[in-house]
């Protein structure tokens, strides 16, 4: 896989895809999404985990509840990682992440992820960079293990945003009322890390690939919902799933 750069993709959509066009598309795909969650539940052959990572303000939240919030709540859980309790850090770093794993028939989404413990750790070198290799290497074998031992199929997303729809994503949550309960005057002391980000990032993408990344361009909510929603259509249909009949 060649090396992913960042500031070579852009963060927003093509040219010749319309907004209008795209939501619509996007709605249908929603609709089907329902019925292709309740086939998956149905059979229990099969296991989505969905990880999506970004920077702050890159729309985590918003395409959680855009995408997933019209699915049937009983197979789908949204798991947020914060920063590690006392408990969790007793533990080895993917102890608290293996326990939030999907079972079969259900979809599993990850707001931020065990990839935090290669990202922020090592952009305040909290974490040396041969522990990160170790850590990388041990994501990649938990992965494999979640693929191989429970037919967990793993979508990963990067919200791709710019520094400057960052900057007034971040501004917008000092003025907006709807929007200050998300406010942290440390995203603003974050945001100035942003090359550091950028180039762990990076790094992870190269050593963490044998379950493929998705750069998502994150700039137009538009956009990103209608990727995200069809990454997970298209999965869906693939599994060829099938409503069990009756139990003799």
Known sequence: MAAIKL???STRAPREYSKEETKLKTEKILLELDELQNLLFAEGRHAILIVIQGMDASGKDGVIRNVFGKLNPQGVMVKSFKVPTAEELSHDFLWR???AAPRKGTIQIFNRSHYEDILV???HKWCDDE???KRMKAINDFEQL???HNNTHILKFYL???PGEQQERL???MHDPAKMWKYNEKDFE???LWNSYMKMYEDCFEHCNTVPWHIVPADQNWYKEYIIASTLHSTLKQLRMQYPGLKK
Do not use: C, F, Q
């Open 121 to 123: 750790t090592r952009v």
């Open 131 to 133: 522990t990160g290799k």
């Open 171 to 173: 501004n917008e949550r």
């Open 97 to 99: 992440v293996h326990a």
């Open 160 to 162: 791709h945003v710019s």
């Open 146 to 148: 979640l693929t191989t």
């Open 7 to 9: 500031n070579k993709i």
């Open 190 to 192: 974050e945001a100035k």
